[in-house]
């Protein structure tokens, strides 16, 4: 099992819904999130006052996936998300030992 | 045929009525003795009571419509325009400040502030003959409006006793204990207001243009009274209590530009109470001041918005809403006194010296007047009061008289170089009661139960601290 963290611009969300969806992959928890990678954030102007923003808002997605659909799901993400700017996001990939189901204590790729 | 029995109809409805009216009127005057006819002075008599009732009804409902859009400035409109401009852990407090003075002027008001503003007494402050107010009822003091109860009169100035003092709120914002802040505006409403308001409008006061004051400062809805004495004890607020932790390293921009934006327009709407209002009556110059204070917030509007978009590339919604309150503070004391076209000169002039003012000057001197009290109203209401002097024309108000009865101008403008003296008369001594005044207060207040939160309070916010409550808990379980 992997799971995929990709921190993704807001406006793209919905497309990569979407795309993840039509591949099979199915859920997914969405976090609001604020950060910068190489962008650099934007002046804001309150009554002549210049404040820099930094932190700018971003969607963050996690989703734990079985090993044989992480790599459609990320060919998914990528082209959904890309517009080819600075900012888009970045995604990252790291194995998971167990999962388990709450309901009925399911565990392994089943609990996915 | 359907229609001809309806004309018929009407036909003889009409005549019906007719021969009524008629065998009435008959019947009256047949049965009329002597004894019981109306002699021609006896009617004049009965209908000059009857128009100075009617005209006496007109003016007191546009005094109480007056009077209800002016307390509409406070709350919702000044507590909301201050509201959206503290961070959101602060909303609340700030709003509460404003509701506060709501409750606590109001009864101040009645029990001694309208009779030290309102009564007679000598050049500086009124007497004691309305205390309580005693004496104030539903006979109009003539003095002030011979056709509205003064008990109108009274409640109208109370609503501008009550945002005067809510005005210095935003300089202090962030950091004042609610307790101090309710002691300092108990004795700001009796040191500072109550005489300035009695020098400018009261009887016998000092600066009364309209019942021969030494000095007669133009001032028709409060440029001295309301907007210079906040603006300058706001000044006086930011520098005693210094800056708010973390300014100016920290960032600390505006929670929410929309609720100033509501607030900035109910101020616009509730400021037509204030300066139409303060002809006294539904007057011709009533609708005089209430054109030019709309146009005077337009053209400021534009002014500020303008001066941002030249130096900074963009017009802020919140630049250009603050140019319109500029505007508002700046045609108060004008409105009334000036043309529809002097009120866009002077809106457009303080639009863009007030954005100066607030963008340049102020990070200059590094003084935290957190929400621009002091930028709008102090600097506002001076020039404001000084362009009075050199725009108000006899042709709206005649209110110099020569011996004969003629009227005598106002203005530079009107040809009257002097009034400018007397203008800055007003202003100097606007600024200087309220500098000494405040400072005296502050420093009471300050020994006797402090000013500021804890530095610990202030980093937690004053809603939690000093009131117990968020504004926004958006992220309670449900």
Sequence with gaps: MTKIEAVIQTSKLEAVKTALHEIGAEGMTVL?????????????????REYTVDL????????????????????????????????????????IDEAIRIRNQERGVSAL | MFADTRGLKALLTWLFLWTAVYSAFSQTSSRLTPATVESQTERIARLEQAVTEAKSSADNSWMLV????????????????????????????????????????????ALIGYSLSFGSGNSFIGAFDHIFLRGVGVQPDAAYSATIPQQTFMVYQLMFAIITPALITGAFAERMKFSAMVLFMIFWSIVVYDPMAHMVWGKEGLLNAALGGRFPTLDFAGGTVVHVTSGVSALVCALYLGKRVGYPREPMPPHSVVLSFIGACLLWVGWFGFNAGSALAASPLATSAFVATH???????????????????????????????????????????????SALAIGLIVGVVCYLMVAQVKSRFGYDDSLDAFGVH??????????TGVFASRAINPIFKDARGNAMGLGILDGNAGQLLNQFVGVVIGWILAAVGTLIILKVVDLAIGLRVTEGHEIQGLDLSQHGEEGYNFEVSA
């Design chain 1, 32 to 48: 609001e999130a604020r950060g910068h990678g190489r962008q650099k954030g934007h002046t804001e102007f309150y009554r002549g």
């Design chain 1, 56 to 95: 700018i808002p971003k969607i963050k997605l996690e989703m734990v996936l079985a090993d044989d659909m992480v790599e459609r799901a990320v060919e998914a993400i990528v082209n959904a998300a890309r517009t080819g700017q600075i900012g888009d996001g970045k995604i990252f990939l790291s194995k």
């Design chain 2, 66 to 109: 007056s009077s209800a859009l002016v307390l509409l400035m406070t709350g919702p409109g000044l507590a909301l325009f201050y509201g959206g401009l503290v961070r959101k852990k602060n909303v609340l407090a700030t709003m509460m400040q404003s509701f506060a003075l709501m409750a606590i002027v109001t009864i101040l008001w």
């Design chain 2, 295 to 341: 146009f005077g917030a337009a053209a400021a509007a534009l002014g500020w918005g303008s001066a941002e978009w030249i130096r900074n590339g963009k017009p802020s919604t919140l630049g250009t809403i603050s140019g319109a309150v500029a505007g508002l503070v700046a045609i108060t004391p004008a409105a009334g006194f000036v043309s529809p076209m």
């Design chain 2, 378 to 387: 102090g600097v506002g209401g001076t020039i404001g009061a000084i362009l």
